[in-house]
């Protein structure tokens, strides 16, 4: 089967909704890594997104620093902080977690082991960020996903949110089936760092 784990960073954002709408209308689903000023502006965003089924929620770090300059203890405050907020919020334990910058060592990977979170870095980025361009977000998904794909994407851009519907049905037309992160790597082992599947 071919598989694709969408991911979206930085939310949740006033337009998540739209992505929830645009995903659960095509039969799709996505992970949210999320992070801790988003989640106090956009608590019930927060819990519409554990609401909605199929979806999975990651952790993003609090604050969105570079986790490897913090030390061990320093970044597993990061993740603890996040952990919990999204517990409180949508009753759920998430079990992912992505570093900011994709910034990750041994002492990342350890407080995210210790947090009882897998590392979930990407191997499709679509540069969502610095195109804030529709068009641009749909081609680099195009060019860059293969079965087994992580695609980064971040829910708190209008033009991205704006891309979701193509980037859907493109996919779908080539016969990916969407999957979270966890479905896509089988379950994951705490303080291990992943790219893709396979
Ligand atoms: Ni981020």
Not at 55 to 71: A, I, K, R, V, Y
Not at 95 to 103: E, K, N
Request: net charge positive; with cysteine.
């Amino acid at each position: 089967m071919k598989c694709v784990a969408l991911t979206f960073d930085d939310g949740p954002g006033k337009d998540t909704p739209k992505v929830l709408e645009a995903l659960s209308s095509r039969g799709a689903v996505a992970t949210f890594f999320m992070q801790g000023p988003s989640l106090k502006a956009y608590p019930d965003i927060a819990k519409q997104v554990g609401a909605t089924p199929g979806m999975e929620l990651g952790d993003h770090s609090w604050t969105h620093p570079q986790l490897t300059g913090l030390g061990r203890d320093g970044a597993e405050k990061q993740m603890r902080q996040t952990h919990d907020k999204i517990k409180e919020l949508t009753g759920k334990d998430v079990s992912v977690m992505r570093p900011p910058y994709g910034a990750r060592n041994a002492s990342v990977d350890a407080a995210a082991k210790a947090v009882g979170e897998s590392v979930i870095l990407w191997d499709v980025d679509t540069m969502d960020w610095k195109s804030r361009n529709a068009s641009a977000v749909r081609a680099e998904v195009k060019k860059q996903v293969r079965p087994g794909s992580i695609v980064l994407m971040h829910d708190i851009h209008a033009s991205t949110v704006a891309a979701v519907p193509n980037v859907v049905d493109d996919l779908k037309a080539e016969g990916y089936v969407f999957v979270t992160v966890s479905q896509l790597l089988g379950g994951t082992t705490p303080g291990k760092v992943y790219t893709r599947f396979g």
